[in-house]
């Protein structure tokens, strides 16, 4: 029974830990022999006890620390100063993940011991998702992903497997799991100079845009690249990239690329490989996001706000003709369903503008390795592992505007049933799959 615990455990806290530098248990307790640890998949995994070794740790080039708290909370008498104690340690990219036992399952702790499910001093301290959230909170911390883990008395029936991934959709019911797996994710900063940041702008029959993209690119501070990445066109928006980038401008680099294959996301990849700066960011050429409001995305990383900055269209009043009504309806339902799904809650989840760390989208590119290629707008590919992996995100709203030129790439119905089935391999393989 415990090795079955262990297992399920291990599988929701592995999709986190497989993408890391190191993977640290801090403290273990004198009933822990290191089962869930040996069963983490990580590169580098080690027990911590020391405050030093821990931020040696976390400060070190291997990539970004995942400190695993098994059941500490639940023997802790002061939760705040636990946390507390560990964030001076961490680094931006550090996420803690906890297993917290169920505080609805109080009084099962002790029958569990008897049938050897778990042993040693039984927990004294239990906190629910909202006293969690709110010490993480007073900490210094921001929880960026609560699951549910185990529903472990169902495995003497043999049914482990098919209950574990199909309760935590149930609503109430998924709240009676055994324990829960929660990644906690350090409010911190940006410290020293403004992040170097580079900037994708795809662009496909876009030839009169590409002026006004510069025009009205903001001062946005610190070293910036432009990438246009150009895609097919019959309009002569290659030669006019190509014109501008060669003229230049003093306040930053311009590069020009053409893409060998299509769509949107193909260029987004090509871009985002070529690029130099410590953040990366998508701008549509067809400026329909105002590129005036390219620093609020930036403003909002260097806040510590979160690692994944996410544009939003469906807060303001849009420009006639901006979105017709059934595409506006589809946003609503992709951002809600895939809210559910990721268990993060989204406004707009295909806006073209999202921010993040370079280092992090080169391990969201090992994620899409494991997980499967599927997405030919870039916008989901984004998503689903700055979820997963524990990036913490946020919205930031924009006004949407109606284009100038051209006509849109969009094909209503067909692009909407490709999303559909995007949804479902989502729904398939984070949701049950328990990615």
Not at 261 to 283: H, M, N, P, W, Y
């Amino acid at each position: 029974m415990r090795s079955t615990v262990h297992r399920l455990f291990a599988a929701e806290i592995s999709a986190i830990t497989r993408h890391c530098g190191s993977v640290a248990q801090w403290r273990p307790r004198a009933e822990d022999h290191g089962q869930l640890l040996a069963r983490v998949e990580g590169r580098d995994k080690r027990v911590v006890r020391e405050i030093d070794e821990l931020g040696r740790l976390a400060r070190g080039e291997a990539g970004p620390l995942a400190v695993l708290l098994n059941g500490n909370l639940n023997h802790h008498d002061d939760v705040q100063a636990l946390l507390g104690e560990l964030k001076p340690a961490l680094e931006r990219g550090s996420r803690l993940i906890v297993v917290a036992y169920n505080p609805y399952l109080r009084p099962l702790y002790g029958l569990a011991n008897r049938l050897g499910i778990r042993s040693g001093e039984l927990p004294t301290t239990f906190v629910t998702e909202t006293d969690l959230r709110h010490l993480a909170a007073l900490s210094g911390f921001e929880v960026v992903r609560f699951r549910p883990a185990a529903y472990v008395p169902w495995s003497l029936l043999g049914l482990g497997t098919l209950v574990n991934r199909l309760l935590p959709i149930v609503p109430l019911v998924r709240r009676l799991s055994f324990a829960s797996i929660v990644v906690l994710r350090p409010i911190l900063p940006h410290r020293g100079p403004r992040p170097s940041l580079s900037i994708v702008i795809p662009a496909r029959n876009e030839r009169d845009n590409i002026e006004s993209a510069i025009a009205r690119m903001p001062d946005l501070g610190g070293d910036v690249e432009l990438i246009f990445v150009e895609g097919h066109s019959t309009d002569g928006t290659w030669e006019t990239i190509q014109a501008v980038v060669a003229r230049g401008d003093p306040r930053f680099r311009m590069r020009a690329l053409r893409q060998p294959g299509r769509g949107k996301s193909d260029a987004v990849r090509l871009g985002f490989a070529q690029a130099t700066g410590e953040l990366v960011t998508i701008l549509d050429a067809d400026l329909t996001m105002p590129p005036e409001m390219l620093g609020r995305f930036v403003d909002a990383y260097c806040a510590g706000l979160a690692d994944f900055v996410n544009g939003t269209r469906l807060v303001y009043p849009m420009e006639r003709e901006a979105m017709r009504f059934l595409n506006r309806f589809g946003n609503v339902f992709f951002a809600k369903t895939l809210s559910r799904i990721l268990d993060v809650r989204l406004g707009d989840v295909l806006c073209g503008t999202k921010l993040l760390r370079r280092r992090d989208y080169a391990r969201m590119i090992a994620w899409r390795g494991e997980f499967g290629d599927f997405d030919p707008f870039g916008d989901f590919e984004l998503l689903f592992p700055a979820a997963v992996l524990g990036l913490g995100i946020v919205d930031v709203p924009i006004r949407y505007r109606a284009r100038t030129y051209g006509s849109t790439n969009i094909l209503r119905f067909r692009h909407g049933l490709l999303l559909l089935r995007m949804v479902a391999i989502g729904f398939a393989r984070i949701k049950l799959g328990r990615s």
